[in-house]
């Protein structure tokens, strides 16, 4: 019961933005169960919202050696492999985000890698399906804004984030500060002060 309770922590800290602490939670879930999978996943994408990419590598094949075929971890794995420059890895990320079962992480990550390659068309249907399986995270709305920006779509832009501000924890400013952006380059000077004021009470360090 303690490493669930230590993986549901992790999950939550990873939810509001703290990586670091989420982190450190994982890593006491596992000194008591060092096989557990869920919190072999939850370290792995702790290490890689902190861009310790070769450390989360190796949680997500201490995982994969114990359960082959999990779909997020390939896909993860896919992800890390490809930034590294293994362009075969983009096959893999395409593979485990089509299979029957693929879920949030797989169509997010494959998403991901399809606006990396200029697939703006192809990238827009795999978030949208990320969206539907996971409706309550706001990565989706982060880069379907992303892509109404590159298409002109300023109104569609500022929808997207302001959508993601409804759903981002409480020490995560991305989005605040992307709509300050915006807004500013659409002249709206008073809309963009408040937006980057939201930002900066988020992440006063920044």
Not at 150 to 176: C, E, F, H, K, Y
């Amino acid at each position: 019961m303690a490493v669930l309770a230590s993986d549901s922590e992790g999950n939550r800290l990873l939810a509001a933005g703290m990586p670091a602490e989420a982190l450190k939670s994982f890593q006491a879930a596992l000194a008591t169960a060092p096989q557990d999978p869920r919190c072999l996943l939850g370290l792995a994408k702790a290490h890689m919202a902190l861009e310790g990419r070769e450390p989360a590598l190796a949680a997500l094949e201490a995982l994969l050696k114990l359960k082959p075929d999990h779909l997020e971890a390939r896909s993860h794995r896919a992800l890390i492999r490809l930034a590294a420059g293994d362009k075969a890895a983009a096959a893999e990320l395409e593979a485990v985000a089509r299979d029957r079962h693929s879920g949030f992480a797989e169509h997010f990550n494959y998403g991901q890698y399809l606006i990396s390659a200029g697939k703006h068309a192809e990238a827009g249907k795999e978030l949208m399906v990320a969206q539907r399986i996971e409706p309550r995270d706001p990565r989706p709305h982060l880069l379907m804004a992303a892509l109404a920006q590159n298409r002109g779509d300023v109104a569609g832009a500022i929808s997207a984030l302001q959508a993601a501000t409804q759903l981002v924890g409480p020490q995560i400013s991305a989005p605040w500060a992307a709509l300050g952006h915006i807004y500013r380059a659409a002249g709206r000077g008073r809309e963009s002060a408040q937006a980057f004021l939201e930002a900066l009470q988020r992440r006063p360090d920044d």
